[in-house]
């Protein structure tokens, strides 16, 4: 089975769509992108079209990539102070002589719809999330929607990022799953990810996930974007692992387009909380 992340990202938008224009409230997305990676460009600008989308309301601000630190934290808190701004998001990777967790700890924890802050995480990981991070997240609602239950499967996550590996496995484990993290390292990995019933792959290694790594008839997850040659693939070799899993998610067309919808979703659900007392 494909899990195939475009059409449950294109259903899940349009029922967002229709919430938000009965909810009466007018949600809004600032993206703050740092320099002119193309990659980052690309990114917001999916972002941006994702908000059009679904009548979420978007702001672009774009830092030079000399901007220090402080430069951008002024950015960032004068967007706390706005009322209009439902969520913030800082695209990543920044420039590496910024301070990225200075500036991801100055994102008011209400207005971090993508789930970075310390306080975010610290819920998340005590099993009291109020926003995930949307990768993870998405690929949680992925599952969810093909009706896989991760509750009782043993499930091994390749990579621990604190973008995906760290909140993929407290989610899992929320959901009831038994999880074991891998990273680089781990000895014996072979031994460790066959004896996954789900395995979500997060390394940013092209294909390096064979079938001889994944059980027979597990279900494989691949975070994974690189391009080869021109050709985008993921951290699995999708071509010789497809008929040895018992599903799938495809690069392109898997977990990004889930990224972007759990995104709408946490911008949506930051706007209603704006207007919440004692959420927080």
Request: proline share 8%; glycine share 8%; aromatic share 4%.
């Amino acid at each position: 089975m494909i899990l195939d992340g475009k059409k449950i990202q294109e259903k899940r938008l349009e029922i967002l769509k229709e919430e938000i224009d009965e909810s009466g409230f007018t949600p809004r997305l600032a993206t703050v992108i740092v320099g002119s990676d193309p990659a980052s460009e690309l990114y917001v600008r999916m972002k941006h079209r994702a908000c059009e989308q679904v009548h979420i309301g978007s702001v672009g601000i774009t830092l030079p990539e000399s901007s220090p630190t402080k430069e951008v934290v002024r950015e960032i808190q004068f967007l706390n102070r706005d009322p209009e701004i439902s969520g913030i998001l800082v695209q990543l990777p920044l420039p590496p002589h910024i301070n990225t967790m200075q500036v991801i700890e100055s994102v008011l924890p209400e207005k971090d719809v993508d789930g970075f802050h310390p306080a975010n995480l610290g819920r998340l990981f005590a099993g009291n999330p109020a926003f995930s991070p949307c990768t993870p997240q998405g690929i949680m609602t992925l599952l969810n929607e093909y009706r896989i239950d991760p509750e009782g499967m043993h499930a091994v996550v390749m990579g621990r990022s604190i973008e995906v590996g760290r909140p993929m496995a407290a989610l899992l484990l929320s959901a009831d799953a038994t999880v074991t993290i891998t990273h680089s390292k781990t000895r014996n990995l072979p031994s460790i990810t066959g004896q996954a019933d789900l395995l979500v792959v997060a390394i940013g290694k092209p294909r390096y996930v064979g079938p001889s790594m994944v059980k027979e008839g597990a279900v494989v997850i691949d975070v994974g974007t690189n391009r080869v040659d021109g050709v985008l693939c993921g951290d699995v070799d999708f071509d010789r692992v497809k008929d040895h899993a018992s599903a799938i998610t495809p690069v392109p067309g898997g977990v990004g387009p889930m990224t972007i919808a759990t995104l709408m979703e946490n911008t949506f659900l930051a706007a209603k909380r704006s207007l919440c007392t004692g959420v927080w």
